[in-house]
């Protein structure tokens, strides 16, 4: 079953605008992951925080952790067209090494 | 580092016919491979986890006589699609583990299945 409820399902922006995508979970975590997916392609790994942490930043992304709430989000900040793509929050489970990915949002950057 | 291959990138087969799908880890030793399926504008769905010598872990649901998965050395992985029907048709994404790196999965390019 989807572990990770992403929100919104959808998102069309301006190129220069940021980008902020949610993500729920369900049961405790270990750790919780971003990737991106381009139309038709394999899977990129963006960043990962772990359960213990609050807030991480690699380049233009920003992630937060909320582990009360059960929720994460992603922030990319001065979106460009590059950027289009489908974006998925992923959770591990303890000592389980399966990810459970979220249904994933659609994020269109228009030029 | 970290590359993840597959093959066939895209396949197209007759109904009733097999496909087998490779996954290679290309510069690093995985400890486990997963098999994963997604459906257009859908999430990725795991089917099954395996081990290099030991036999692969289904989720509830896969069927693992209609979908063989051999792992035969720490590079590689295939999936074996039996007996393949229309409803099978869709996008077979690998990815691969390795301990040198915690807890993250290197995915491979996926691979279009069409079944006819």
């Known amino acids: 079953s989807q572990q990770g409820e992403e929100d919104p399902q959808a998102l069309s922006i301006q190129e220069g605008e940021n980008a902020t995508m949610n993500c729920s979970y369900k049961?405790?975590?270990?750790?919780l992951q971003w990737y991106r997916q381009n139309s038709g392609r394999g899977l990129v790994h963006l960043i990962l925080?772990?359960?213990?942490?609050r807030e991480k930043h690699s380049g233009r992304l920003r992630v937060t952790l909320d582990t009360s709430k059960k929720s994460s989000s992603l922030l990319i900040t001065a979106s460009r067209a590059a950027d289009t793509a489908s974006y998925f929050c992923?959770?591990?489970?303890?000592?389980?090494?399966?990810?459970?990915f979220g249904k994933g949002i659609t994020l269109s950057v228009r030029p | 580092g970290a590359v993840v291959s597959q093959h066939p990138s895209w396949v197209i087969c007759k109904s009733g016919t097999s496909v087998k799908i490779e996954c290679r880890s290309l510069?690093?030793?995985?400890?486990?491979m997963f098999w994963y399926r997604q459906f257009p504008k859908q999430s990725l769905m795991l089917m099954a986890t395996?081990?290099?010598?030991?036999?692969?872990?289904?989720e509830q649901g896969v069927e693992k006589d209609k979908f063989l998965i051999n792992h035969a050395s720490l590079t590689l992985s295939t999936l074996t699609v039996t007996s393949a029907h229309p409803e099978d048709s869709s996008f077979y994404i690998c990815?691969?583990?390795?301990?040198?790196?915690?807890?993250?999965?290197?995915f491979g390019p996926g691979t279009r299945l069409t079944v006819l």
């Open positions: 990815s691969a583990e390795t301990s040198l790196v915690y807890n993250e999965q290197f």
């Open positions: 049961t405790s975590i270990n750790n």
């Open positions: 925080i772990r359960s213990n942490e």
């Open positions: 992923a959770t591990k489970n303890g000592a389980n090494s399966k990810l459970t």
């Open positions: 510069d690093f030793q995985a400890t486990t």
């Open positions: 395996s081990n290099e010598g030991s036999k692969a872990t289904y």
